[in-house]
């Protein structure tokens, strides 16, 4: 490890994110779609740094997964897969457009950084 890695200090850490699309549904036959999944941001107990969540995910990119869609033998769309990003207790969670969408100050905390869209209706 390099002298300059060492003392490397990251105090922000901008991602990509976007919630799952939500499901088709199915309007001849009353069908729901299921719920395309969240992207949660998820104060962590372990004492972790940014430093550490960027080298989990290098890409940098957190994309939730859609929704199923209805079938004629399954009406009802299963919801999309949340994706949980851990991050180090005192995070605050800003939009690109520079809108607070939270704070992380205790472990077990969440803020919601994209919804998934909602399952298609009849």
Same mark, same amino acid.
């Given at each position: ?18 919630? /799952? ?8 036959? &009353?069908?729901? #779609? ?5 992207? %949660?941001? +998820? *104060? ?22 859609? /929704? ?8 009802? &769309?299963?919801? #999309? ?5 851990? %991050?180090? +207790? *005192? ?32």
């Amino acid at each position: 490890m390099r002298r300059s890695e060492l003392y490397q200090f990251i105090d922000s850490l901008r991602v990509f994110v976007k919630g /799952g699309k939500g499901g088709d549904g199915l309007p001849a036959k &009353g069908g729901l #779609g299921g719920k395309g999944g969240d992207v %949660v941001i +998820l *104060g962590s107990k372990k004492s972790q740094t940014l430093k550490q969540v960027r080298k989990h995910q290098p890409t940098q990119r957190y994309i939730a997964k859609p /929704g199923t869609r209805s079938k004629l033998f399954c009406l009802f &769309g299963d919801p #999309g897969e949340n994706i949980n990003v851990p %991050v180090p +207790l *005192g995070v605050s969670v800003i939009s690109q457009d520079g809108h607070k969408l939270g704070e992380i100050n205790e472990p077990g905390d969440k803020v919601i950084a994209a919804k998934g869209g909602e399952g298609g209706s009849p």
